[in-house]
Nanobody, 117 residues
Framework: QVQLVESGGGLVQAGGSLRLSCVVSGSIGSITVMGWYRQAPGKQRELVAQITTSSGRTNFADSVRGRFTISRDNAKNTVYLQMNSLKPEDTAVYYC??????????WGQGTQVTVSS
């Protein structure tokens, strides 16, 4: 089992920045990919960014590439999502995700990000 706890969401004006954190616990050694997803009202959950635990290779949605970065601090068992130049369309609940080598996916409880225009 893997437990994920997100924090760092909030209300920010367009053009501002936020940093989300996801603290990971449990069977950390089984995780191969960490990611951030988001879900806006009335829309499907979508991938925002991913990072592999082995090589640190990253992947971003086209809508956030160049504005968001994903990183990990292995010593703190924490994954971060740095969000810059935020837009109102970035408003959503952001979820941390962990994917294990067995194909199991774990989710955090979500953190709300609201960007005002």
């Amino acid at each position: 089992q893997v437990q994920l706890v997100e924090s760092g969401g909030g209300l920010v004006q367009a053009g501002g920045s936020l940093r989300l954190s996801c603290v990971v616990s449990g069977s950390i050694g089984s995780i191969t990919v960490m990611g951030w997803y988001r879900q806006a009202p009335g829309k499907q959950r979508e991938l925002v960014a991913q990072i592999t635990t082995s090589s640190g290779r990253t992947n971003f949605a086209d809508s956030v590439r160049g504005r968001f970065t994903i990183s990990r601090d292995n010593a703190k068992n924490t994954v971060y999502l740095q969000m810059n130049s935020l837009k109102p369309e970035d408003t959503a609940v952001y979820y941390c995700n962990a994917l294990t080598g067995w194909g199991l996916a774990f989710w955090g409880q979500g953190t709300q990000v609201t960007v005002s225009s």
